[in-house]
């Protein structure tokens, strides 16, 4: 299987490469990161947020999982991933920005919408994770939109975001004006980004 292999020769070439380019960098991250952003995306192979936003080593601290989604604030169940990451970027990182940044034919979205078992034999992950938008999934068909997937696409943004702000430390950090929270769509078929305003509830392209 050539696939692994694909990936050393790409290893060879940023070496060779961008490594070389940046070596003074990549050697001052050593020590430390002091990213000032930090961005909540998809684990979709098409939606790399490094290459969507151009961005450089130490710039971005990234969390990806399915639907780049957020849970709300809680202590008991199981293990908590997604709410270490963003704990460690805000409180010890201090990021002074978290943009939540979702995309068009979003396979996470796509299994919300359709439900149930998803094909694996006992609970599904993916089932279960995706739960976190069952409300805002229950919305979005009673509504009945032209196109469902894309509308739950953009409310999960919200959704993220409303569950970011139940986490104390963020709230706190944003109320005092340390913190912005940003949501952002990109459409893949396009390569069109587009943000939130928050105040009018749209998803305007990026100028």
């Given at each position: 299987?050539?696939?692994?292999?694909?990936?050393?020769?790409?290893?060879?070439?940023?070496?060779?490469?961008?490594?070389?380019?940046?070596?003074?960098?990549?050697?001052?991250?050593?020590?430390?990161?002091?990213?000032?952003?930090?961005?909540?995306?998809?684990?979709?192979?098409?939606?790399?947020?490094?290459?969507?936003?151009?961005?450089?080593?130490?710039?971005?601290?990234?969390?990806?999982?399915?639907a780049?989604?957020?849970?709300?604030?809680?202590?008991?169940?199981?293990?908590?991933?997604?709410?270490?990451?963003?704990?460690?970027?805000?409180?010890?990182?201090?990021?002074?920005?978290?943009?939540?940044?979702?995309?068009?034919?979003?396979?996470?979205?796509?299994?919300?919408?359709?439900?149930?078992?998803?094909?694996?034999?006992?609970?599904?992950?993916?089932?279960?994770?995706?739960?976190?938008?069952?409300?805002?999934?229950?919305?979005?068909?009673?509504?009945?939109?032209?196109?469902?997937?894309r509308?739950?696409?953009?409310?999960?943004?919200?959704?993220?975001?409303?569950?970011?702000?139940?986490?104390?430390?963020?709230?706190?950090?944003?109320?005092?004006?340390?913190?912005?929270?940003?949501?952002?769509?990109?459409?893949?078929?396009?390569?069109?980004?587009?943000?939130?305003?928050?105040?009018?509830g749209?998803?305007?392209?990026?100028?």
């Amino acid at each position: 299987m050539p696939e692994f292999h694909q990936l050393i020769d790409g290893y060879q070439r940023f070496r060779a490469g961008a490594w070389m380019a940046q070596r003074r960098r990549w050697q001052a991250l050593a020590d430390r990161q002091a990213p000032p952003v930090m961005v909540i995306s998809c684990c979709d192979s098409r939606v790399d947020p490094a290459t969507i936003f151009d961005t450089v080593p130490g710039q971005m601290f990234a969390l990806r999982n399915v639907a780049n989604l957020v849970p709300p604030f809680e202590t008991g169940g199981g293990l908590h991933g997604a709410s270490a990451a963003i704990e460690f970027a805000v409180v010890h990182l201090k990021v002074r920005h978290i943009v939540v940044l979702g995309h068009g034919a979003c396979g996470g979205i796509s299994a919300a919408l359709k439900g149930g078992n998803l094909g694996v034999e006992g609970p599904s992950f993916i089932d279960h994770w995706v739960g976190i938008i069952g409300e805002a999934r229950d919305r979005v068909l009673a509504e009945a939109h032209e196109d469902p997937q894309r509308a739950l696409e953009l409310e999960s943004i919200r959704v993220s975001l409303c569950n970011l702000r139940s986490f104390p430390f963020v709230r706190e950090r944003e109320e005092r004006g340390e913190l912005k929270l940003h949501g952002a769509f990109f459409a893949i078929s396009d390569g069109e980004l587009h943000v939130l305003d928050e105040a009018t509830g749209r998803f305007d392209p990026a100028s």
